[in-house]
């Protein structure tokens, strides 16, 4: 047997160890080091306005929902909400505007059971017009991204009844990804296009009714990294991974 | 507030360094890294662990991850159900960490080129599984998450990261002999929650090492089939190899609520399973004891359990009466023996020769009749031609009985009662010790208060019997009792058993006197041969015909005085006894000569012989001294008398150096006895030189 490391703590200062100690944060606090432009944690106890964890972009919630439902962090007691109507409004547009204007939404989804009532779920949309945007989850599953008159990206991967870690990014050059679960599902490029900026929207944003859950929601104004989306996806789960960097 | 930091509040008793790694729950979560370079293919993690000052909640608290930085497997612990999980590659595998267990060992092992992943807890295996994983090149420890819950800390220690399994923490022993905890390995019955704690409880008091502590999910039955005992004995066997144990341990312990007997052959007839764990054969056949002792000679040391081992068993009704062997063996250390404490030995040496091999039954006598039994200095009383009735506060019982005991045997319950074995197997064998309602010598002298009770479980060959000179002697040496037990039986796995602590000695007083003669000379006495060993309540002593002096002769006796201690050289006390008439008289002596081939003083060119009474003649009732002298082959002469003065204690006797070689010796005379000094060495004469003579002018 060839011992790779022997600890018995006696070196004071942790000295039989050439690393130092590593914090672990918590999952938000991970998520509020990477500079979001909002983050709704979706907590909320009563109320109908979704604190934003920045104190920019409060959400106004209308419409059929229930509170406090089982959040999908392991080791967080931070509870989501079950929209079965609602619609929260930032009364602001938050996915910028530019061509090529990179960023990224990373959020926590489940379906209720049986089958999945499909629908756009976020963006910054009114009318089918160019430019407007909306993240769906389609009835079978899949997670979509589309702006009108551009890119139209799917997951290959599907949501369901278990929460799923679901991000979505765009680097500077256009190129457009979703991550799940940690991991990168699909990319595409020339998904640099416009957005319109009008105000952004969490729910159900269109007519069709959607019917889901979410928790953790958080808008970046850039791009995440694997590793960083790997990373959170870790903290949530209680499963440490180094961050990028380490 | 870190949640990570080091306190020196004690590690494992048993291991070097007292200093922890302190895991606050209350704290921010942080964790200690270790970069192995490259990734490992294959990699095994252990650490100790101690979770008792926390409660509730989850933590995960170890894990892996891979070059890419990616978790590949985590340790959490459940605090709230006592469990702890390895989680890998989406396999979970999860064991029990009972908290009535301070420390824990978890190991957890990974090999990526087969994907066989493992997790042991305590040096057991707790689970083997596939899985698809990356190679681990970060290994990590510390709070990396907890759920909402935990207060309090974990303690954790000898993190240990290894290419191939690790095993528990092993201490070496001290000691080559059986009265090391370290040399012991104890089992308990993880399938029984009061097991552990009883385990625990004996670790703590006899300072047993976690590693040493083997816990087997066994029946709960006291009884095993052929099959559970196989089991059971091939986990032991795992389990002593997994850890690097085999050589180290010379003693198995079966705790509370593990198996005590197997029917191996399903027909009812029991073997204590300690009596068959003396070897590690698989068959049920006894076995030569090849430490058996016809002689006790020297202690057993651990290169010597080569193909045989110490047992013993502790099992009782309750945890509490289990718990009481301890404090009984206890209070045998604390408060040992003694000749004053109504603490005595029942011998009972039935049944005779004629029912019994010779080869048993003539050592027994003679030990039991002689001074054998004297040696552990304890009043005794032997019975040879029928069975005791009662034991009203015997220490010590050796017996031969045929039944169970009567009732009202024991006629007091507790008081000073060491062991008591008791040899027939019928018509009541011992089958359990469990049965608060069993009758059997067994449990009856569990009940009764001894701290050690040895029966049979089954009929056995009478050659298998223990002998109690070598058993006591053994005892009497400071062995512990699981070395006396074993090496006073000449045949193993043959339905024996002893039940108590087999840790412990009994200590037997050591307080005494020993009486050494009969001889002529001090300087002749034997002091390996003691005349008479005797303990410290007695008062006088007879001596036998045979060791009397003949008539007119005398001879010294010694009385030595033994200390609590054994020491003997504290305070001693000389006899001269002569044998009169058939009379023993204590003769008035001189103090000084008292050898033979005493030294003749030579003064001026003459003899002086000077002898000394230790009080006054007069008072000593002599009438008269005198000189007799005896010339080459002549008879002895009277050459000169004196009669004493009122108070004189010295006569002088001042002649001319002899004309040939001559010796000379003193006569008191008392009446109408009188009493012989030694004779002198021979002195030559004047001319010849003489060793003989002592030249007071020459040293003075």
């Known amino acids: 047997m060839t011992i790779l490391k022997y600890v018995d703590f006696e070196v004071p200062n942790f000295g039989e160890l050439a690393l130092p100690s590593m914090a672990v944060p918590d999952y938000a606090s991970a998520v509020m080091a990477l500079t979001p432009l909002a983050y709704w944690r979706m907590g909320e106890q009563t109320g109908t306005t979704l604190a934003d964890e920045t104190g920019n972009y409060p959400l106004q919630l209308s419409g059929a929902h229930s509170l406090l439902q089982d959040g999908a962090l392991t080791y967080d007691n931070n509870e989501a909400i ?11 547009p938050l996915l910028p505007g530019g061509v090529n204007a990179p960023f990224s939404v990373a959020f926590w989804v489940r379906a209720p059971a049986g089958p999945i009532d499909g629908g756009a779920i976020m963006g910054q949309f009114t009318t089918t017009s160019i430019g407007h945007t909306r993240l769906h989850i389609p009835d079978d599953g899949r997670l979509r ?12 991967q599907q949501i369901d009844t278990s929460w799923r870690f679901a991000v979505l990014t765009r680097s500077g050059a256009g190129l457009v990804r979703w991550f799940v679960d940690g991991q990168l599902d699909v990319e595409q490029s020339g998904g640099g296009d416009a957005i319109a900026p009008i105000d952004f929207l969490l729910g159900q944003v269109t007519t069709n009714s959607v019917n889901f859950f979410l928790d953790e929601v958080a808008i970046f104004h850039h791009e995440l990294s694997a590793d960083q989306v790997r990373w959170l996806y870790g903290l949530a789960m209680g499963q440490l991974a180094l961050p990028d960097g380490l | 507030m870190s949640a990570l930091s080091q306190i020196s509040t004690g590690s494992l008793p048993e291991l070097p360094g007292s200093t922890v790694l302190r895991m606050d729950m209350t704290g921010d979560h942080e964790v200690l890294r270790v970069d192995l370079g490259t ?4 990699l095994f993690c252990r650490f100790m662990v101690n979770p008792t000052q926390v409660a509730g909640g989850e933590v995960v608290l170890a894990g892996g991850i891979d070059a890419q930085g990616r978790s590949v497997w985590q340790v959490t612990l459940d605090l709230t159900n006592e469990l702890v999980t390895f989680h890998v590659g989406g396999v979970q595998m999860t064991s029990a960490l009972p908290t009535s267990l301070a420390w824990h060992s978890v190991e957890v092992g990974l090999d990526t080129s087969t994907g066989l992943v493992s997790l042991r807890v305590n040096g057991v295996p707790r689970g083997t599984a596939t899985a698809v994983f990356n190679a681990t090149q970060h290994a990590w420890l510390g709070v990396g998450f907890i759920s909402i819950g935990p207060t309090g800390t974990i303690d954790v220690d000898h993190w240990v990261l290894a290419d191939s399994p690790i095993g528990v923490p092993r201490s070496t022993p001290a000691d080559e002999h059986a009265g090391d905890p370290r040399r012991w390995l104890v089992v308990y019955n993880r399938s029984d929650a009061e097991s552990c704690v009883w385990a625990d409880t004996y670790r703590d008091r006899r300072g047993v090492p976690y590693a040493n502590l083997c816990g087997l999910v066994l029946p709960t039955t006291e009884t095993t089939s052929a099959g559970e005992y196989e089991s059971m004995r091939q986990q032991i066997g795992d389990y002593l190899d997994d850890n690097g144990l085999r050589d180290q341990i010379v003693g198995v312990l079966l705790g509370y609520r593990v198996p005590g007997y197997a029917d191996v052959a399903g027909t009812g007839s029991l073997t204590p399973i300690a009596s068959y764990l003396h070897t590690d054969d698989a068959h049920g056949l006894p076995v030569v004891n090849p430490l058996y002792q016809s002689e006790i000679t020297q202690r057993p040391i651990a290169s010597e359990f080569v193909s045989v081992r110490l047992t013993g068993r502790i099992d009782a009704p309750t ?11 206890d209070d045998l250390i604390a408060n040992p023996l003694a000749h004053d404490q109504g603490a005595d030995l029942l011998i009972d040496i039935n049944p005779d020769s004629a029912s019994i091999s010779p080869g048993y039954t003539l050592p027994v006598q003679d030990w039991a009749t002689g001074q054998g039994v004297a040696q552990l200095r304890l009043p005794t009383i032997v019975y ?28 007091t319950q507790g008081g000073r009662r060491a062991i008591c074995l008791q040899f027939d197997p019928l018509p009541d064998p011992a089958v359990t010790v469990r049965d608060a309602a069993a009758t059997d010598w067994l449990s009856a002298a569990m009940q009764a208060g001894y701290a050690y009770a040895a029966a049979p479980s089954r009929a056995y060959s009478l050659s298998s019997l223990p002998l109690p000179h070598l058993f006591f002697e053994g005892l009497r040496r400071g062995w512990t009792v699981a070395e006396a037990w074993l090496v006073a039986q000449p045949f193993l796995r043959d339905g024996l058993q002893l039940i108590g602590d087999p840790l412990m000695p009994i200590p037997f007083p050591q307080a005494g006197y020993d009486v050494f003669g009969p001889s002529p000379r001090l300087d002749l006495i034997d002091f390996d041969k003691p005349l008479a060993v005797l303990h410290a309540g007695v008062k006088q002593f007879a001596i036998d015909a045979e060791d009397l002096p003949a008539q007119g002769q005398a001879v010294r006796y010694l009385v030595r005085a033994i200390d609590a201690q054994g020491r003997s050289d504290h305070a001693s006390a000389t006899a001269y006894l002569a044998v009169d008439s058939g009379q023993v008289i204590r003769p008035a002596l001189p103090a000084w000569p008292t050898d033979a081939e005493w030294l003749v003083l030579e003064r001026a060119g003459q003899l002086v012989l000077s002898a000394y009474w230790p009080a006054s003649l007069d008072a000593l009732g002599i009438d008269m001294v005198q000189l007799v002298v005896q010339s080459g082959s002549d008879d002895p002469v009277t050459h000169s008398a004196v ?44 001319g010849i030189p003489s060793q003989s003579l002592t030249l007071l002018e020459a040293s003075s």
């Open chain 1, 82 to 92: 079950h929209f079965s109507g609602a619609v929260a409004t930032a009364n602001a």
């Open chain 1, 145 to 156: 991204l589309t702006i009108l008159n551009g890119v139209d990206v799917y997951s290959t």
């Open chain 2, 39 to 42: 990734p490992r293919e294959t």
């Open chain 2, 319 to 329: 945890l509490a009466e289990a718990i009481a062997l301890i404090d009984r063996a």
């Open chain 2, 384 to 411: 040879d031609e029928q069975a005791p009735t009662t034991a009203s506060n015997e220490a010590v019982i050796w017996g031969w009985r045929d039944a169970a005991p009567p009732a009202g045997f024991f006629e």
């Open chain 2, 643 to 686: 009669t004493p003065v009122t108070g004189q204690r010295r006569v002088v006797f001042t002649i001319d150096r002899p004309a040939e070689p001559t010796r000379y010796r003193f006569i008191s005379v008392q009446g109408v006895t009188s009493f012989d000094s030694p004779w002198s060495a021979e002195v030559l004469p004047a």
